[in-house]
Antibody
Framework: EVQLVESGGVVVQPGGSLRLSCAASGFTFDDYAMHWVRQAPGKGLEWVSLISWDGGSTYYADSVKGRFTISRDNSKNSLYLQMNSLRAEDTALYYC???????WGQGTLVTVSS | DIVMTQTPLSLSVTPGQPASISCKSS???????????LYWYLQKPGQSPQLLIY???SRFSGVPDRFSGSGSGTDFTLKISRVEAEDVGVYYCMQGIHLLTFGGGTKVEIK
């Protein structure tokens, strides 16, 4: 059974940093690209970032480019999102999703507030 | 960037009746590999989005056959042949030809 479990979401002050993690199981992790997608409270879905199967290629939404960094550790079946210079508008539930887009985690909540 | 436009914003449906949601993309979603990268998701209240349809018309594993997708190029439709109570939530279309972009969502409720 495919499982994706996000963690690391907390309340952080504007300008702060945070690293989210996504633990994957039930599939061959290094066969797939991985995504981060977020959802602000009461709002729709926004794609954040994509990383290739080997970590060699990364892509970002304009809204996070230069502030967020996606990475992965295939030896640990884990995906990460380093979030720097956080803003109030980054407040959201952050989901990781398997590259074929068929499986998503339950999300981890990031709140940026003073 | 590809813009995805869904209509209607909301839908109130009597159980057993059909429902239809439209999604239009600002660019063709037909890839040079012959596939069209249009997906449909349902986000039930308090849950993560769940994939219903991929590549326009293929149902994901476990999805009931009352859900069907159609369309081509830039115009797509999700149809529910007979709405059930468990189908309530927000439906999103998404393009996957160039990174990912989601439609604004269509909220489906039961009358």
């Amino acid at each position: 059974e495919v499982q994706l479990v996000e963690s690391g979401g907390v309340v952080v002050q504007p300008g702060g940093s945070l690293r989210l993690s996504c633990a994957a199981s039930g599939f061959t992790f290094d066969d797939y690209a991985m995504h981060w997608v977020r959802q602000a409270p009461g709002k729709g879905l926004e794609w954040v970032s994509l990383i290739s199967w080997d970590g060699g290629s990364t892509y970002y939404a304009d809204s996070v480019k230069g502030r967020f960094t996606i990475s992965r550790d295939n030896s640990k079946n884990s995906l990460y999102l380093q979030m720097n210079s956080l803003r109030a508008e980054d407040t959201a539930l952050y989901y990781c999703a398997k590259g074929d887009l068929g499986y998503w985690g339950q999300g981890t909540l990031v709140t940026v507030s003073s | 960037d590809i813009v995805m436009t869904q209509t209607p914003l909301s839908l109130s449906v009597t159980p057993g009746q059909p429902a239809s949601i439209s999604c239009k993309s600002s660019q063709s979603l037909l890839h040079s590999d012959g596939k069209t990268y249009l997906y449909w998701y349902l986000q039930k209240p308090g849950q993560s989005p769940q994939l219903l349809i991929y590549e326009v018309s293929s149902r994901f594993s476990g999805v009931p056959d009352r859900f069907s997708g159609s369309g081509s190029g830039t115009d797509f439709t999700l149809k529910i042949s007979r709405v059930e109570a468990e189908d309530v939530g927000v439906y999103y279309c998404m393009q996957g030809i160039h990174l990912l972009t989601f439609g604004g969502g269509t909220k489906v409720e039961i009358k």
